[in-house]
């Protein structure tokens, strides 16, 4: 089976910075994905690694090390809006994605 | 550009009656798709996916069945619903490196 693991809840202060880990181990490995998913709403794609590395796009960064089986999700600036759940999601071999159970963040004034 | 469509956004059944989830994607052809459900508070557990037309492929074995009449259609039916069906289904595709979630559909079985 599949092995996605990540922290359940992270609370953090508006402009600060939160980094949500994700570990795995699967039967494949295709790139990782990070999504966003606020309550009541679906997942929206945040980023896609599939090199090591650390990729950025505005206040959201993605780093992964595929030796080391190890992502995280790095978050600056936080904003209210940022409050949601953040998924963290496998590319197996077959295009199939496996998910992590979330991590709910809360931004506090 | 490409969208995704699901509908209802929300639906009420009764345990035991059927159920018929459609999922049609614009702007893109032979895409690869995906059914998805989320339980309260849980992660996203992928429950069929398809590579083309009558090509499906079943995750989990379950009362539920996927059919895609049409290449750019993915319907999600079930004979009787149980009370675990209940949950949030949601729709993706697949283009190069990036998938895309539909709107969803929020089932509850009562």
């Known amino acids: 089976g599949q092995n996605i693991d990540q922290p359940t809840e992270m609370t953090a202060t508006e402009g600060a910075i939160v980094q949500i880990n994700c570990t795995y181990q699967t039967s494949g490995f295709n790139g990782l994905f990070w999504y966003q998913q606020h309550a009541g709403e679906a997942p929206t794609f945040l980023s896609y690694n599939v090199l090591d590395g650390l990729e950025e796009k505005g206040r959201f960064s993605s780093f992964l090390s595929r030796s080391k089986g190890y992502s995280y999700l790095l978050l600056k600036e936080l904003q209210m809006k940022d409050s949601a759940s953040y998924l963290c999601?496998?590319?197996?071999?077959?295009?199939?994605?496996?998910f992590g159970a979330g991590t709910t963040v809360t931004v506090r004034a | 550009s490409q969208t995704i469509h699901q509908w209802p956004a929300t639906l009420v059944q009764p345990v035991g009656s059927p159920l018929s989830l459609e999922c049609t994607v614009e702007g893109t052809s032979n895409p690869n798709l995906y059914w998805y459900r989320q339980a309260a508070g849980r992660g996203l557990q992928l429950l069929f996916y398809?590579?083309?037309?009558?090509?499906i492929s079943s995750e989990v074995p379950q009362n539920l069945s996927a059919s895609r009449p049409q290449d750019r259609q993915f319907i999600l039916s079930s004979k009787k619903l149980l009370l675990s069906d209940s949950g949030f289904y949601l729709c993706?595709?697949?283009?190069?490196?990036?998938?895309?979630f539909g709107p969803g559909t929020r089932l509850t079985v009562t």
């Open positions: 999601a496998v590319r197996l071999n077959d295009y199939k994605l496996s």
């Open positions: 398809s590579v083309g037309i009558g090509q």
């Open positions: 993706a595709w697949n283009w190069a490196s990036e998938q895309y």
